[in-house]
Nanobody
Framework: QVQLVESGGGLVQAGGSLRLSCAAS????????VGWFRQAPGKEREFVAA????????LYTDSMKGRFTISKDNAKNTVYLQMNSLKPEDTAVYYC?????????????????WGQGTQVTVSS
């Protein structure tokens, strides 16, 4: 069993930055992948980025590559999402999720464990 707790959300002006954290308790197996998703009001939950726990290999959705960076700290069992050059359209609840690594890492249905989410609001 894995528990995930996100933090670091808040209100920021357009062009600003935030760093989200996802702290995992329980055992993160080397075969796991940890991802970030986001959901804006009235929209589907969408994939943002993911990191493979054993290799550190990172995966991004094309539209966010270059602005967002995912990283992990094995010693702290924590995954981070650094978000730069934020835009109002980045406003959403951001969720951390974990699953046994699959090729369908971009699908929310592939993930077994979810955090409660953290709100990110970008003002114009």
């Amino acid at each position: 069993q894995v528990q995930l707790v996100e933090s670091g959300g808040g209100l920021v002006q357009a062009g600003g930055s935030l760093r989200l954290s996802c702290a995992a308790s329980g055992r993160i197996f080397r075969s796991y992948i940890v991802g970030w998703f986001r959901q804006a009001p009235g929209k589907e939950r969408e994939f943002v980025a993911a990191v493979r726990w054993n290799s550190g290999n990172t995966l991004y959705t094309d539209s966010m590559k270059g602005r967002f960076t995912i990283s992990k700290d094995n010693a702290k069992n924590t995954v981070y999402l650094q978000m730069n050059s934020l835009k109002p359209e980045d406003t959403a609840v951001y969720y951390c999720a974990a699953a046994t690594d699959l090729t369908t890492y971009y699908s929310k249905d592939s993930y077994d464990y979810w955090g409660q989410g953290t709100q990110v609001t970008v003002s114009s």
